[in-house]
C-alpha cells in the first residue's frame, strides 16, 4: 500500500493513542471516494486530523503516477471536502513562524507582529490565512516526517519512482533499525553518501531516499515494537502526533498526524 488505509487506524495506531471512531471511519471512506470520482483524482487519502480551538480540520491528501506531485484538502463533517490552496515560498517563510494554534477559521489572517521571535527583528506586517498555513503546515510535515521502509520503492529504468511489488516488508529484525526508514521525499542525492555508507548494504536500486537514522537532532524518533514484536511503531518527537507503523504480515504500512499542528519548538532542550 502508497498510502493509508482507513481500516488500520483502529488496529495498528490506537496502540500510540491514535483513533478516530467508527462512524467517523464509515462517513470518510464513502465521501473520500466519492471525492476522487467526482475530482477524477487517482489516490485520494485520509492524512490526518488537526485539533484547532473553534473546530477540528480532518485533512486528505491526493496524489497520481507522480508521488509528490500532491493536491491537499480539508472537511469539517467528513462529507465535504474543500481544497486548500497552493503557497509560495514566501508564504512558507512565513508559515514556517508562526507558532499560535488554529483556530478553526479558514480566513482567520495570522499576524507575524503578533509573533515574538527570539533573536529576530519583530516581523512588520506580515499576515498568513489560516487556509494557506494549514496547506504549507501539511506540505512542512510531508518533507519532515513522512516516511516508508527501506525498499518499499524503487526507481525504473527511466528513473520514474515505483511502488516496488517485490516488497515483502522488512524482516523481524530489521523493524526495530531507524536505518531502514526513509523519508518520503524528492531531493536524494546519491553523491552525499559517503564510501563508507555506500559500502554498507547500500543497494542503489531501492536506497533512493534519505533514511531517517540521520535526521537532527540525534533521537528525534521514537520507535517500539508491538504486538508481540509484529509491528513497529515511530513517533515523531518534531511533530508530536505523527506516528506511523509498518508490519510485514501483512505487508503494510501508513503513517497519520493527530495533533495541534504545531512543531515542537523547544526539541533541542528534550534530548541529549
Known amino acids: 500500500m502508497a498510502t493509508l488505509d482507513i481500516s488500520d487506524i483502529p488496529q495498528h495506531f490506537s496502540i500510540a493513542g491514535v483513533t478516530l471512531n467508527a462512524q467517523e471511519r464509515a462517513v470518510m471512506t464513502t465521501s473520500l471516494k466519492v471525492k476522487a470520482e467526482a475530482e477524477k483524482l487517482e489516490h485520494l487519502s485520509f492524512w490526518g486530523k488537526i485539533l484547532a480551538i473553534q473546530k477540528d480540520y480532518m485533512l486528505a491528501q491526493a496524489s497520481g503516477s507522480n508521488f509528490f506531485d500532491r493536491k491537499f484538502f480539508y472537511s469539517f463533517d467528513l462529507v465535504n471536502w474543500l481544497q486548500l490552496p497552493e503557497v509560495t515560498p514566501e508564504e512558507m517563510a512565513v508559515i514556517d513562524k508562526v507558532t499560535k494554534r488554529f483556530t478553526g477559521d479558514p480566513a482567520f489572517e495570522f499576524s507575524l507582529a503578533t509573533e515574538e521571535v527570539e533573536g529576530e527583528e519583530k516581523p512588520k506586517g506580515q499576515t498568513i490565512s489560516e487556509e494557506k498555513r494549514l496547506s504549507g503546515v501539511i506540505q512542512l510535515m510531508n518533507y519532515e516526517v513522512q516516511i516508508v521502509p527501506r525498499g518499499a520503492y524503487f526507481r525504473d529504468g527511466n528513473l520514474t519512482l515505483q ?8 524482516q523481524q529484525s530489521e523493524l526495530g533499525e531507524l536505518t531502514n526508514y526513509c523519508h518520503f521525499r524528492e531531493g536524494f542525492n546519491i553523491n552525499k553518501k559517503t564510501a563508507e555508507e555506500r559500502a554498507r548494504n547500500f543497494d542503489e536500486t531501492i536506497d533512493i531516499f534519505d533514511s531517517i537514522a540521520g ?3 540525534r533521537g528525534v524518533w521514537t520507535i517500539s515494537a508491538e504486538r508481540g514484536g ?5 513517533r515523531s518527537l518534531l511533530w508530536p502526533g505523527y506516528v506511523f507503523f509498518h508490519t510485514p504480515s501483512p505487508v503494510k504500512w501508513g503513517g497519520m498526524y493527530y495533533g ?7 526539541i533541542g532542550f528534550m534530548l541529549p
Request: hydrophobic fraction near 50%; proline fraction near 9%.
Open 260 to 266: 495541534w499542528g504545531l512543531k515542537n519548538a523547544n
Open 215 to 217: 535526521d537532527d537532532p
Open 230 to 234: 509484529s509491528v513497529a511503531l515511530l
Open 163 to 170: 511502488l516496488n511489488p517485490m516488497f515483502t516488508g522488512l
